[in-house]
Antibody, heavy 122, light 103 residues
């Protein structure tokens, strides 16, 4: 069974940093792009960015709202993708999801984690 | 950036109704569109990809159509489990603002 699990969320003050992890099981994480989304309370999902697989050149893209502050990485040997969030702002508050496409050659995300809540507040 | 606009924002319907949700892209996206269903406290669930391809395991009462900038999600006969919020998404990126289907 394909599973994704986010961890690392919590309460953090504005300006501080937080690192989220996305652990995959039931598949070889290295074969897939990993996408990140977030969802503020009462709002729709917002694309944060993605890190593509080695087979896709490990290309990285960030949404404009997080570019320069967030950093994606992956350790395929451990089956873990990470999101380093720096200079956090109140508007970064939300549930953060990692997701995986339905196949190695698709960009449509069938598999999602359960999400981890990040609250940025003083 | 390409913007995705859904209508309506809220839709009141009854079991058995035919429901149509519209998504409009700010510029051409060919058929690079997905539809998701989301229930409170849960991650989005992929229903349709490439504008009209039904994801494995999704009931056939769901269908998608459209291309370029205009897309629709149709539920042919609304079931109790279908009351949820629906989102369109431009391939790997921007979501629409959502359509809540309520009783």
């Amino acid at each position: 069974e394909v599973l994704l699990m986010e961890s690392g969320g919590g309460l953090v003050q504005p300006g501080r940093s937080l690192r989220l992890s996305c652990t995959g099981s039931g598949f070889t994480l290295g074969d897939y792009d990993i996408n990140w989304f977030r969802q503020a309370p009462g709002k729709g999902p917002e694309w944060v960015g993605f890190i593509r697989s080695k087979g896709h050149g490990e290309t990285i893209e960030y949404a404009a709202s997080v570019k320069g502050r967030f950093i994606f990485s992956r350790d395929d040997s451990k089956g873990v993708a990470s999101l380093q969030m720096n200079s956090l702002k109140i508007e970064d508050t939300g549930v953060y999801y990692c997701s995986r496409p339905r196949s190695e050659y698709s960009g449509y995300d069938r598999y999602w984690g359960q999400g981890t809540l990040v609250t940025v507040s003083s | 950036d390409i913007q995705m606009t859904q209508s309506p924002s809220t839709l009141s319907a009854s079991v058995g109704d035919r429901v149509v949700i519209t998504c409009r892209a700010s510029q051409s996206i060919s058929t690079e569109l997905a539809w998701y269903q989301q229930k409170p406290g849960k991650a989005p669930k992929l229903l349709i990809y490439r504008a009209s391809t039904l994801e494995d395991g999704v009931p056939s009462r769901f269908s998608g159509s459209g291309s370029v900038t205009e897309f629709t999600l149709t539920i042919s006969s609304l079931q109790p489990d279908d009351f949820a919020t629906y989102y369109c998404q431009h391939y790997k990126r921007t979501f629409g603002q959502g359509t809540k289907v309520e009783i």
